[in-house]
Nanobody
Framework: QVQLMESGGGLVQPGGSLRLSCAAS????????MGWYRQAPGKERELVAT???????NYADSVKGRFTISRDNAKNTVYLQMNSLKPEDTAVYYC????????????????WGQGTQVTVSS
């Protein structure tokens, strides 16, 4: 079984910073793309940033220049450094990863974390 465990959310003032972490554990053979998504109250879940196994990144326009996604393949962990936070960044942030296991080596399975709350408010 594979699990994704997020950490690092919390309450921060506008202009502040937070760093989210997401560690994958279980019977993992390899991890393809990893990413962060968010869902604000009353809105649909949206992409924040993704990173491929080779390190190529993609960001939502709303976070470009403020957020940085990175990963540590040795630790099966993806990070999201969030700077210059705005009230509109308030949401539950979810980690996602496309993971290959011993029973699914040819086609990765998409896994989600349980989510971590980020609140930007003065």
């Amino acid at each position: 079984q594979v699990q994704l465990m997020e950490s690092g959310g919390g309450l921060v003032q506008p202009g502040g910073s937070l760093r989210l972490s997401c560690a994958a554990s279980g019977s993992i053979s390899s991890i393809d793309a990893m990413g962060w998504y968010r869902q604000a109250p009353g809105k649909e879940r949206e992409l924040v940033a993704t990173i491929t196994g080779g390190g190529s990144t993609n960001y939502a326009d709303s976070v470009k220049g403020r957020f940085t996604i990175s990963r540590d393949n040795a630790k099966n962990t993806v990070y999201l450094q969030m700077n210059s936070l705005k009230p509109e960044d308030t949401a539950v942030y979810y980690c996602n990863a496309d993971i290959r296991t011993a029973s699914s080596q040819w086609f990765p399975t998409s896994y989600w974390g349980q989510g971590t709350q980020v609140t930007v408010s003065s």
